[in-house]
């Protein structure tokens, strides 16, 4: 299977802690996004990566997110100091550039819960 | 503020029948309006997509049908099966770099047999 793989699918924390989630794009991908998802709810943007750079972040994105996509591969996202509003399912998606840039390939998600 | 709208927030339809959902926008500045499927424990897939310079886009049983002057859009699934039972989003494109994605709420689509 070479579609978006995301690790942990389902993380259990208790509030305060950090908690780190990973994404693995398909291969020839060099754009990378993090959306979260509330239940009830469409997904919302985190942050767009092209290659290793970091293009854009929302204002969802506070200053306890942090990403990364250091070899302009796979990336991480990071919660510091985890809150009950935190609690989501987190969703990477990735997409070629160009014509393809259109067409973006979720994965199956992480899902937080912070208890 | 949420700058697409997506109405039901349910809907159930028989077997056979024709499943409607409606989206609508604001913002002048989106360029592509996609329709997301999602199946429960699985990330949403794109299911078919429209430019604002057509006014409507068909792929089998799905259709969306645009209205540029209104700044709507709906989503029509034909002859509507149970495996079609499941989460629609629609969105819309910020056109530029980033490619930016403003998600709908979802409508949680359920076919009776």
């Known amino acids: 299977d070479t579609g978006v793989s995301q690790d942990p699918r389902h993380k259990i924390t208790k509030r305060g802690q950090n908690v780190t989630f990973r994404c693995d794009p398909i291969?020839?991908?060099?754009?990378l996004y993090w959306y979260r998802q509330t239940l009830g709810q469409g997904p919302e943007f985190l942050t767009y990566f092209q290659n290793e750079a970091q293009l854009e972040k929302s204002r969802l994105l506070s200053d306890r997110f942090s990403a990364e996509r250091p070899k302009g591969s796979f990336s991480t996202l990071e919660i510091q100091r985890t809150e009950q509003g935190d609690s989501a399912m987190y969703l990477c998606?990735?997409?070629?550039?160009?014509?393809?840039?259109?067409?973006?390939?979720f994965g199956a998600g992480s899902r937080l819960t912070v208890l | 503020q949420q700058q697409v709208k997506q109405s039901p927030q349910s809907l159930i339809v028989q077997k056979g029948g024709i499943s409607i959902i409606n989206c609508a926008y604001e913002n002048t500045a989106f360029d592509y309006f996609p329709w997301y499927q999602q199946f429960p424990g699985k990330g949403p897939a794109l299911l078919i997509a429209?430019?604002?310079?057509?006014s409507e886009k068909k792929e089998g049983r799905f259709t969306i049908s645009f209205n540029k002057s209104a700044k709507q859009f709906s989503l029509h699934i034909m002859d509507s099966q149970p495996g079609d039972s499941a989460t629609y989003f629609c969105a819309a494109r910020y056109g530029g770099a980033t490619n930016k994605l403003i998600f709908g709420t979802g409508t949680l689509l359920a076919v009776q047999p």
């Open positions: 429209i430019r604002p310079d057509v």
């Open positions: 998606a990735s997409s070629r550039g160009g014509s393809g840039a259109n067409v973006l390939t």
């Open positions: 291969s020839e991908h060099n754009r």
